[in-house]
């Protein structure tokens, strides 16, 4: 009889695929601020946040912290907005955003699995970049990369954002 439990996603295959696709490093243009991207942690095996750091945090992490892994890091404004952490929940394979400073909630759904992690942010990549120009039927292609997670990801208002340009 077929078991029910999911396995977990193996996370060093993830990380392999992250490096393989992923640029190092890259910078949006929105509104005239910047969005930066660091996926330099991708280059050695993935740690979930320090034990100091969650001692600082503990308030608001979620209760299966240890299970994030961090993968990149998001800097609005050069650092003078949010700058959370980008992680991939070793149980579930979602892409989560951790950011202790978000009122609402410390985590939030980015995609639902790394794959469509990596497609949405491509074609983004490819859009907002300095000098870009955002194609026709973005926002159809980036729901096609991840038509399960779209609706409750953070990208949906970036994507309706960029829709009325």
């Not at 949006?28 to 969650?54: I, M, T, Y």
């Not at 998001?74 to 907005?81: L, T, W």
Request: aromatic share 10%; charged share 25%.
């Amino acid at each position: 009889m077929p078991s029910s439990v999911e396995i977990a996603p193996d996370v060093e295959a993830l990380r392999l695929t992250i490096v393989e696709r992923l640029p190092v490093r890259s910078r949006w243009l929105l509104a005239g601020a910047s969005l930066d991207w660091d996926f330099s942690r991708a280059g050695q095996p993935l740690q979930s946040l320090s034990d100091a750091d969650a001692e600082k945090w503990k308030e608001v992490l979620p209760s299966d912290w240890r299970e994030l892994f961090i993968f990149g890091e998001e800097s609005y404004a050069e650092g003078g907005g949010a700058a959370p952490l980008l992680c991939v929940h070793a149980e579930t394979g979602e892409v989560i955003g951790l950011d202790a400073e978000r009122e609402s909630s410390s985590t939030y759904l980015v995609n639902s699995t790394v794959p469509a992690f990596i497609e949405t942010f491509l074609l983004l990549d490819e859009a907002l970049r300095p000098g870009a120009v955002v194609p026709a039927g973005l926002k159809e292609r980036i729901y096609e990369a991840d038509p399960s997670g779209f609706d409750g990801s953070d990208w949906r208002d970036l994507v309706d954002f960029l829709s009325q340009r």
